[in-house]
């Protein structure tokens, strides 16, 4: 048995980029979720940097910086603006937070994937809800487990976390 170990936002499961500009909408401002989407894979960029070992992806302070660049590439920089989107994230969770929909080529390669009779697992830097998510966007019945870092306590990069999907998948490391 071979494991198959893949991460979950922007590998299969996708951020639903129209929340952010209905919520925007609310404020006055007009985005398209395609800017939205944009901002987003460059705001990824200039969140790398703060990453450091120890730092963890999923603290209030790095959500926020993540929000506050994703605005900045969109030109919404009003600090009334970016406070209220800042508590809008922070609440807004149906049904696991943005990351809800499924990437197009994600349930044909996962299929693929357990036909060539690989365990298949995804490993997750997120706060809780991760686990629920592949059956929510349809995925579930081709992942084998889910390692979500807050609950076991451990984030990506640190190779305990890559250990404990070695576990769940019931293999050796070396395979």
Request: aromatic share 6%.
């Amino acid at each position: 048995r071979a494991p198959a170990v893949l991460n979950a936002a922007n590998t299969r499961i996708r951020s639903d980029y129209g929340a952010l500009p209905a919520a925007l909408g609310g404020h006055g401002v007009s985005v398209d979720p395609g800017a939205v989407e944009d901002a987003e894979l460059r705001a990824r960029v200039r969140l790398d940097p703060h990453l450091m070992p120890g730092a963890s992806t999923e603290s209030a302070g790095t959500h926020d910086r993540y929000l506050r660049y994703v605005l900045e590439h969109l030109g919404v920089t009003a600090a009334a603006t970016v406070e209220a989107m800042e508590r809008w994230r922070r609440v807004y969770t149906p049904p696991t937070g943005l990351w809800i929909l499924a990437d197009p080529a994600a349930a044909p390669a996962l299929a693929r994937a357990k036909a060539a009779g690989l365990v298949v697992g995804v490993i997750s830097n997120s706060n809780g809800p991760v686990s629920r998510t592949p059956e929510s966007v349809g995925l579930g019945a081709w992942i084998d487990f889910v390692v979500d870092s807050s609950p076991v306590g451990v984030e990506k990069p640190d190779p305990r976390i890559f250990a404990i999907a070695v576990t769940r998948a019931g293999v050796r490391p070396v395979e």
